[in-house]
């Protein structure tokens, strides 16, 4: 079983799609399709991001982190909310993701979360860990 | 990605005469079957026992449409409603084999009108009923976890019909030969028939004892994943997350049992754990030294909120909790310490109490022995636990358990007394059936010189 983070995105044809449909019914389709996920065992945990416009940029292009509250670029590059989900398959994470009761205009991302296995054994910090680690035992087996 | 009229995608053409890119598209097609396949199966199981009124023959038909799928899927491209896809073939299929074998009766011949009528179109719109089809999973799982079959048979055939798994991955998972696990199939559905089991959810007054069948199944999967008892590698994740999810499945169908939210904390909890369980060579970390920040909060966050929900429920109830949520309590007390110091070792003691007032086993004794050593104050520490596992050293239960053994090198070891603790480990070593926990039981050994 692999962690794949399901990301939503939208752009302004799923805004306006939005702005018409009823709430509740939106509210119903996305309840009923975590629960299915649900009862399959395989959604970890999800929400939905409040809009853009409340939130903040921190661009690290000069010395110090500049802090705007935009702009953040085209609205279909923005995320608006997500799914973490645990599957046996990449193909797996997609068919939930294709189930999503989401119309034109609407995109999901699906993207493997990485485990610890991902980070390079040889690289100094993970070595550190193994020093430290060995050097643990050895005062054990001394102690 | 769909396209965003959520038409199924172009097939992916698999004639011409390029033999890699077909190859490709047949192997990519086949993933997906499988992952529709997961998702799907148990539902299709559910539904076609409930229509045909046999287990056995169910699991046959859909694995027959499932072939049909395989060969079908790669050029015609995936159906828009997979599952129901599925189940019209199965169904077709049920009827065509009636009508071939002229074992036309009365009954078969209103079965078979019936289903001729809800055999929907392929590309029809979803005929199911959801809520009506999670109560027949729920059956499936009783039946796959009937008391009649052996502990072997429930295991593979939840995994099978219940996980959507197939036999080539059960048996890869329990490092068994396929035929094995195809023999225990065969055995555990004729068995079922020959027992007559009816397809349903048991009466209220023996509700309790098949859950608690269940239960023990999925732990038992779960436990073999991460204490992989024989074999090279000391743990199989892969088994126990599709444990994890199985008991999942099993909490949406039964919101209100406590012990599937107990035992679904457990499994939370421990799977938190995981990624500091083995370091990169793939030898055990035992809990001293594993390195906490590689515990996975979220797991360990969803654990204790499972944990929460199973004492809230017993408590509504008028009961105390049940042997899984003791042992996710335990699993809790280490998840919320910084350290092996900083554990409350006095609190972990008092839940093995109680975990043996319920449960009583020597297993729980040996496990309260070590938290009493690791506690200090009056009555605790090493010198009380060593006395504590000698009184269960003569139990014959532990005889050929390395576990006896182990806890004495341990306690030795911790009172200075290096050449009995080896003499320990090396007993240790001698019994472990896994050859990771014998490496790690000869360092040890090894260490005392």
Request: hydrophobic share 45%; charged share 25%; with cysteine.
């Amino acid at each position: 079983m692999t962690k794949y983070m399901l990301i939503m995105r939208a752009d302004e044809r799923a805004a306006a799609a939005y702005a018409t449909m009823p709430f509740e019914e939106v509210i119903a389709a996305m309840g009923r399709y975590n629960e299915s996920m649900m009862n399959a065992g395989v959604l970890l945990t999800g929400d939905g991001l409040s809009d853009a416009s409340e939130g903040a940029v921190v661009d690290f292009e000069g010395e110090t982190p500049l802090v705007t509250d935009g702009p953040y670029g085209e609205l279909r590059e923005l995320f608006n909310g997500f799914w973490m989900i645990e599957t046996a398959t990449k193909e797996e994470a997609i068919e939930w993701a294709k189930r999503a009761p989401l119309t034109t205009g609407n995109f999901i991302e699906v993207r493997r979360v990485n485990g610890v296995e991902d980070f390079p054994q040889d690289n100094e910090w993970i070595q550190k860990q193994a020093g430290w680690r060995e050097e643990q035992e050895q005062r054990a087996a001394q102690g | 990605m769909t396209d965003a009229s959520g038409s199924p995608p172009a097939p992916e053409r698999v004639d011409g005469g390029e033999p890699e890119a077909s190859a490709r598209a047949e192997a990519s097609a086949r993933r997906a079957v499988e992952a529709v396949w997961r998702i799907e199966s148990a539902r299709i199981v559910a539904t076609l026992t409930r229509a045909v009124g046999d287990f056995a023959l169910a699991e046959d038909l859909a694995q027959d449409a499932l072939a049909d799928a395989l060969a079908q899927w790669p050029q015609a491209g995936v159906p828009k409603n997979p599952g129901a896809w599925l189940t019209a073939v199965a169904k077709r299929k049920a009827i065509d084999g009636w009508r071939r074998r002229e074992r036309y009766d009365e009954r078969l011949a209103e079965i078979a009108h019936d289903l001729s009528q809800q055999t929907p179109d392929a590309s029809a719109a979803d005929p199911w009923d959801p809520d009506r089809i999670d109560d027949e999973v729920l059956r499936l799982v009783f039946v796959a976890c009937h008391p009649v079959l052996s502990r072997e048979a429930r295991v593979a055939l939840t995994l099978r019909v219940v996980g959507g798994l197939t036999t080539e991955e059960i048996a890869r998972l329990f490092l068994v030969p396929v035929p094995t696990v195809q023999q225990r199939i065969v055995r555990a559905k004729q068995a079922l028939g020959d027992a007559g089991v009816p397809f349903e959810v048991p009466a209220r007054d023996e509700f309790g004892d098949r859950l608690g069948t269940v239960l023990g199944v999925l732990y038992l999967i779960f436990t073999e994943g991460h204490t992989a008892t024989t074999g090279e590698d000391w743990m199989r994740p892969e088994l126990s997350l599709e444990a994890l999810r199985l008991a999942r499945v099993l909490v949406a169908l039964v919101p209100r049992e406590a012990e599937a939210h107990g035992l679904v904390a457990l499994m939370e909890l421990t799977a938190a754990r995981f990624p500091a369980r083995v370091d990169s060579s793939g030898s055990p970390v035992l809990l001293a030294d594993q390195d906490r920040c590689r515990w996975d909060r979220s797991a360990i966050a969803r654990g204790r909120a499972a944990l929460g929900r199973a004492r809230a429920l017993a408590t509504g109830a008028g009961r105390g909790v049940g042997s899984y949520a003791l042992q996710a309590a335990i699993a809790e007390q280490h998840a919320v310490a910084a350290s092996v110091e900083e554990t409350d070792w006095r609190a972990i003691v008092a839940t093995y109490d109680a975990l043996a007032a319920l449960a009583p086993s020597p297993v729980v004794e040996l496990n309260r022995a070590v938290a009493v050593s690791m506690a200090s104050g009056e009555g605790f520490g090493p010198e009380a636990a060593l006395d504590l596992v000698d009184a269960l050293a003569g139990d014959k239960r532990l005889a050929l358990s390395h576990l006896v053994p182990s806890a004495r090198g341990e306690l030795l070891a911790r009172l200075g007394r290096d050449a009995e603790a080896r003499a320990e480990f090396e007993r240790a070593a001698a019994l472990a059936q896994n050859a990771r926990e014998r490496a790690v039981l000869l360092a040890k050994a090894a260490a005392r010189r």
